[in-house]
């Protein structure tokens, strides 16, 4: 098992001591695809998951969801938390045994999800105090000094329903003077590099995983199309994600970095718990 850089009382800790300031923003891998963000004092969580229900469900079977790393914090502890993603339905991204503590901790924290994907999420979290907001790559909502908004993805197809909501999206966040982009689970697909290219994120959240049929799920990027991606973006910095969880779907982040020096395109390879610092740019 992968120790995490830190968990539990020491991440807490870590995350109260996190600076206010509206020039500085402070982001945390939580494993997998999940990402705390501070900003000026505000929290959002970017597609936690939190607990071994899928190790647990999925045990018995011909496709063991081993865990490679372990959990750093309770779902129930983390607190002030106002804003949720779920890029889409598998349940390592929509995950009702992180979000019902969470809910209970955090009640009403808003959930930004895609349209299609809602009634399930309903399924999964039942009664608990969340507020659930459609997001596809047609919407965008504006609070305060944030704005969220959808961006398609392709796992591994572009899949609408009949209102043309995509079920699979990313999300382009804005807080104050940050701009963060985090794709969900996606292949490579020319519409999110031409939203790459019209806003030159600070920061990209990026899946480097790979496709590989034989793993028998839907694939993302490897990391030579994640490099390419914030490169073709002028990203400030990108940083992997979604390996190192479960056995059988997982890479190393060597290509990544690898094609990362390559395309002289600034990377930082995380740690679960680990915290990453960014400054406003000049």
């Not at 979000?99 to 959930?111: H, I, S, Y």
């Not at 999964?124 to 507020?131: N, S």
């Not at 997982?250 to 679960?272: I, K």
């Amino acid at each position: 098992m992968i120790p995490a850089f830190q968990k539990d009382d020491a991440l807490l800790a870590d995350m109260a001591a996190a600076s206010l300031d509206e020039d500085t923003l402070h982001v945390w891998w939580l494993g997998q695809s999940g990402f705390l963000v501070q900003w000026a004092g505000e929290r959002l969580l970017f597609d936690p998951y939190l607990s071994d229900s899928l190790t647990e469900k999925y045990a018995a079977t011909d496709k063991p969801h081993v865990r490679m790393t372990e959990r750093c914090i309770d779902p129930g502890r983390l607190t002030g938390i106002s804003r949720v993603t779920a890029s889409h339905v598998h349940t390592d991204h929509l995950d009702g045994a992180t979000l019902v503590p969470l809910a209970e901790a955090n009640p009403g924290f808003r959930l930004y999800l895609p349209h299609p994907v809602i009634p399930e999420a309903q399924n999964r979290l039942g009664d608990a105090a969340v507020t659930y907001c459609g997001t596809g790559d047609r919407d965008k909502y504006f609070e305060g000094k944030w704005e969220i908004r959808g961006v398609i993805a392709k796992h591994n197809e572009v899949i609408r329903d009949e209102d043309e909501n995509c079920h699979c999206t990313g999300f382009l966040v804005r807080c104050g003077p940050f701009t963060i982009y985090h794709s969900g689970d996606t292949l490579w697909h020319d519409d999110i590099v031409s939203i790459a290219r019209q806003f030159s994120c600070d920061l990209m959240l990026l899946p480097i995983n790979g496709n590989r049929p034989e793993r028998r799920v839907a694939g993302n990027l490897n990391g030579t199309e994640a490099a390419a991606l914030a490169k073709v973006g002028e990203a400030r910095l990108v940083v992997p994600c979604h390996y190192d969880m479960f056995k059988f779907n997982t890479e190393t982040p060597d290509e990544f970095v690898s094609a990362c020096e390559r395309l002289e395109q600034p990377c930082r390879v995380m740690r679960c718990g680990e915290r990453l610092e960014m400054k406003k740019a000049e």
